[in-house]
């Protein structure tokens, strides 16, 4: 169950990455910029939400696949 969970926060830990950096190609260049306008602005929830939406489309994908292909091996 924990190896499960690790693996799920993996996904999730990639997928902000990558919406950060499509989002946000400067951060690649200057990353501590980034942060500083980050914490003037306060909006530290957002790449999380964002992250969140993501996860759970890609979530909601992964299980119908598993289910036609659980679906498919019975017939």
Excluded: T
């Amino acid at each position: 169950m924990l190896n499960k969970i690790i693996i799920e926060l993996i996904y999730f830990m990639l997928i902000l990455l990558a919406l950060a950096i499509v989002q946000h190609s400067d951060l690649l260049h200057s990353p501590l910029e980034r942060l500083s306008l980050m914490a003037e602005k306060g909006n530290y929830l957002h790449p999380f939400l964002w992250s969140s939406v993501v996860y759970f489309i890609v979530a909601i994908l992964r299980l119908i696949v598993a289910y036609l292909l659980r679906f498919k091996k019975r017939s």
